[in-house]
């Protein structure tokens, strides 16, 4: 509550004096008078510099927003009834009607969704009204009811975090001309009438406050003009101090003198504090539209923009979600306000009146949800961008999180975790996941830990380990290179060897199962991971040329120069792993990682994209013969228990990994269209009862079980044909004959001589026959 | 870049369109048939789209029956799905009006969808030679070259680009073999 200034008592003050020292009293208050004066002149001047270079130079602090990868609706999308209610949801959709903006309507398999329109980096996707069918994991009968017609749509994509300033200020800038009809009535109405008339402060709502509050012993209502409230919440701290009130006084004062009306009450408009959520607060009429009603503030309604009026007084004691009969009656006591004023006529505020809060779900995204990923997402951007501009500059981020794969991918981990747990007396485990599209090399989706939600170490990122027998495809993949030399046939010898260092070390590794089988066909020696061939055939083509291998596939960390990295002591994070994976899951063409499709401005001006890149880093058709024994892993190798959990008519490939111990507990795998890393150990690096087959596969199972996706089945590429043979005596045989397998071969690498099977003519002539009606 | 060059990339990627897709996505724009044409080969991209069982190996039926299901392959890679294919066109468009950043975007969605067919990587091919990005666009032929399978006229587009691409890098052995390769298909 402002006072008379200071100068002014003091000037009063030698009329008490004695008359005798008048003349000396009058020139000494003079004296002081005008040192106050002075001294009062300096302080405006000093507010007068404070208010200017603060309002002037105010570029709000606009977090980055960070979106997950819009749902692309079309007929043939894979997509199942569930996971589109959960985008829909996750997207801030409501169950409705499906004919306003931002709500769907699901009747059995048919469902009806009203987009919102969105303003993405490529352009804009307009408000459309959509009708479709979800069945068998299917999108059809896809239809465009209203806006453009479209074969295909993009949903509005969620907002799954943001990158913000230390204080924790959230907003959404909006203009003045962005406000829904009545608006700005029902703001001034509320909060201040006279605000195109006053100076900055209206001294007879002054008086009328302080009397109220003298009435009630306590402070019960403020006479501040918005002017005052903005000049609070631009530069004071929110005590009620009557120092604080006289600086708020003389910084409207201010405000007013230097700045237009219209440009006040736009900062005010985006400064206003109207919530909390977790340790971010909700600043502004713009934000607060999303954050209470998921709309953009110029879509707003009458009672929706009453209620955010009404909310100005009290942002926590009015706040809809915990208070709503409170906050109904505010709402309500603002439309009142309105029609008062004669802006709003009876029968449309009665209609305003009747209508429910109607406030949407707390949203998801209040803090960060994927912890972990938005960690990958932060490191990739610091490649291009300024920590300070992200917090700051109101970026949009576009990332290419599958909001229902990391879900699943989080669900998996920590639920078979705890299985593990209680399985034995493993001490706590921990694990780290990593699945990208495979073709693309964009990160779906990212788990850090058990407790996904946890920020804490980012395993998936941070968790250094050796790989073990993930190391193998790379190994067979250089001896394959050289089909002069080495087929999927080729016997290698699983016997044990010693080797003898210059340093009179000795290495004697040996299989995990501590057998030994004489010659076995390669592929066999990869798909059932032994150990001793993989160390002969590293051994005969050269530790270099193995490293050399997985330095074009992109192995960035060290790798040691002895024998033993053939059996995978080589360290790597499991992100690393999936990078160093996607050139064996598709056809030698490795694809660096993404985790950001675009970034754009806070106008939708495009700044970076982050393009598809591939870059052929083998032969495809050496690739395909290690595919071969990768999905042979899966069939009848040491990842074989994955069909008692999939169905086998999914086509899968990858490769356990598991190090000393237990120590680490790894697989890798693909199948059509997604590549999976997953990791279990212990963070202290301890000792497990695990293998790869028994800690990662069963949470890569569980995972690639619970997504609808297509089956691994490569293209045969030039010069690879497939050919019957018996792997075990080297030679071509007959389809129908035992232990004939089709096997692929580099043209001219495949054995010459036939054997048949040895006189079985019934049975032969059985296939031939059967072979004419196929 | 080279007049005969667009040329030539014009003519073989519009080659690579038209084999082995079941609808034609290289209609000019606002063309009303888009029946699908008698494809080169089965099944039609419909079916494939719709197909609920992920693909198994093309091994015979006589061998799943006695054997547990064996390591899967195609002889060729999908076709574009209509979506797909309503993407390409747009980029088509884009690219036509002068705006490459914008074509590559709706490339890259197109390629999001029908990530194992080699058109889609062929037309990303196109969108960075006319960028003069060719050393990206060399890869993407060879990308899509990978997924051609047993499709010969898509091999042959496929050959035809990368030596067109390879002739405008200066690497003249390189454009010759791929050349060879062509004619011999």
């Known amino acids: 509550m402002p006072k008379k200034s200071p100068a002014k008592r003091k000037k009063s003050q030698p009329r008490k004096s004695r008359p005798t020292f008048r003349q000396r009293l009058w020139s000494l208050g003079w004296r002081l008078g005008l040192v106050m004066l002075v001294l009062l002149a300096g302080w405006m001047v000093y507010l007068d510099a404070l208010v200017t270079s603060r309002f002037e130079g105010r570029r709000f602090e606009v977090p980055s927003r960070v979106y997950a990868r819009p749902l692309e609706l079309y007929d043939g999308a894979a997509l199942s009834a569930d996971a589109l209610g959960q985008e829909l949801e996750l997207a801030g959709y409501r169950s409705g009607d499906g004919s306003r903006p931002g709500t769907w309507q699901q009747s059995g398999n048919r469902f009806l969704i009203s987009t919102r329109g969105f303003d993405f980096a490529d352009g804009e996707e307009p408000r459309r009204r959509l009708s479709l069918t979800v069945s068998g994991g299917r999108v059809s009968g896809f239809r465009v009811l209203e806006g453009g017609s479209s074969p295909i749509v993009r949903l509005e994509p969620a907002e799954i975090g943001g990158i913000y300033p230390a204080h924790r200020e959230d907003r959404v800038l909006v203009s003045l001309e962005d406000a829904p009809p009545l608006f700005e009535e029902a703001l001034l109405t509320t909060e201040d009438r006279d605000f195109y008339d006053h100076l900055g402060i209206a001294p007879l709502s002054i008086a009328r406050a302080m009397l109220a509050n003298i009435k009630a012993g306590r402070v019960v209502q403020g006479g501040s003009t918005l002017t005052q409230q903005l000049a609070k919440n631009l530069y004071l701290s929110r005590d009620q101090t009557l120092i604080r009130k006289g600086n708020e006084a003389l910084m409207a004062l201010l405000l007013e003198w230097h700045y237009d009306k219209r440009d006040i009450l736009e900062t005010y408009l985006n400064e206003v504090y109207l919530g909390q959520a977790g340790s971010r607060s909700i600043n502004g009429f713009g934000l607060a539209s999303q954050f209470y009603f998921r709309k953009r503030f110029q879509d707003l309604e009458l009672q929706e923009s009453a209620l955010l009026v009404g909310m100005v007084k009290g942002p926590s004691y009015y706040d809809p979600r915990r208070h709503p009969e409170r906050a109904l009656a505010r709402r309500n006591l603002v439309i009142d306000l309105l029609v008062e004023v004669g802006a709003v006529e009876r029968t449309s505020a009665e209609r305003a009146r009747s209508a429910p809060l109607d406030v949407a779900a707390r949203p998801s995204w209040s803090e960060n949800r994927y912890p972990a990923f938005i960690d990958l997402v932060r490191r990739h951007l610091a490649r291009d961008y300024r920590q300070e501009d992200l917090q700051t500059e109101g970026l949009r981020i576009f990332t290419t999180l599958h909001p229902a794969i990391q879900e699943q991918a989080e669900r998996v981990t920590s639920q078979t975790l705890d299985q593990l747990d209680r399985g034995s007396s493993n001490t706590r485990l921990e694990a780290a996941m990593v699945v990208t599209s495979r073709d693309s090399g964009e990160v779906l989706a990212l788990v850090g830990g058990r407790d996904a939600g946890f920020a804490g170490f980012n395993r998936a990122l941070d968790a250094r380990r050796p790989i073990g027998s993930l190391v193998k495809p790379f190994v067979y993949l250089t001896a394959l290179s050289q089909p002069d030399r080495y087929t999927l046939i080729t016997p290698v010898k699983d016997a044990g060897l010693a080797l003898e260092f210059e340093n009179g070390q000795r290495w004697e590794p040996s299989n995990f199962d501590h057998k030994q089988r004489g010659d076995v066909p390669l592929h066999q020696a990869l798909s059932r991971s032994w150990n001793l061939p993989t160390v002969r055939v590293g051994l005969d083509v050269g530790v270099p040329a193995v490293t050399e291998t997985l330095q074009a596939f992109g192995v960035t960390s060290d790798i040691n120069r002895y024998p033993s990295m053939l059996l995978g002591s080589v360290t790597m994070e499991p992100v690393a792993v999936a990078q160093a994976y996607q050139g064996l899951a598709t056809s030698g063409f490795n694809a660096p990682l993404r985790t950001i499709r675009d970034v754009t401005d806070a106008e939708g001006e495009a700044l970076s994209r982050y393009q598809l890149e591939v870059n052929q880093v083998a032969d495809p058709a050496a690739v395909h013969l290690v595919q071969y024994a990768m999905q042979e892993v899966m069939r009848e190798g040491t990842g074989r228990s994955a069909y008692r959990t999939i169905p086998e008519s999914l086509g899968l490939a990858g490769k356990t990994g598991t190090t000393d111990d237990g120590r680490d507990s790894w697989f890798a795998g693909f199948s059509g269209d997604l590549l999976a890393v997953a990791w279990v150990g212990r963070d202290d690096n301890g000792p497990t009862s695990l293998t790869g087959a028994t800690g990662a596969l069963p949470i890569w199972t569980r995972f690639m079980a619970s997504i609808p996706q297509h089956s691994f089945s490569p293209v045969v590429p030039d010069g690879v044909q497939y050919h019957w043979v018996n792997s075990e005596r080297g030679v071509l045989t007959d389809e129908h004959c035992e232990n004939a397998r089709l096997i692929p071969f580099i043209v001219g690498s495949e054995p010459q001589t036939f054997e048949g099977c040895g006189g079985d003519f019934s049975r032969r002539l059985r296939g031939w026959f059967e072979g004419l009606f196929q | ?185």
């Open chain 2, 1 to 185: 870049m080279s007049q005969t060059f667009r040329n030539f990339l014009l003519v073989s990627v519009l080659s690579a369109g038209l084999a082995g897709c079941a609808s034609d996505i290289y209609a000019p724009p606002g063309g009303g048939d888009r029946s699908p044409q008698p494809a080169p080969q089965p099944p039609t991209v419909e079916d494939e789209e719709q197909r609920d069982s992920p693909r198994l190996s093309e091994q015979p039926e006589e061998d799943t029956r006695e054997r547990a299901p064996g390591p899967g392959y195609q002889e060729q890679g999908d076709d574009l799905s209509p979506a797909a294919v309503s993407l390409i066109e747009r980029a088509d468009a884009l690219m036509a009006d002068g705006q490459p950043e914008a074509a590559l975007s709706q490339l890259e969605r197109a390629q999001r969808i029908s990530p194992r067919s080699a058109q889609v990587y062929f037309k990303l091919a196109e969108a960075y030679a006319r960028t003069n990005n060719l050393g990206t666009a060399e890869q993407f032929t060879m990308k899509g070259l990978s997924l051609a399978g047993s499709n010969t006229r898509l091999q042959k587009s496929g050959w035809e680009l990368l030596a067109s691409i390879r002739h405008e890098r200066g690497n003249v052995a390189g454009a010759e073999q791929a050349e060879r390769r062509a004619s011999q298909l």
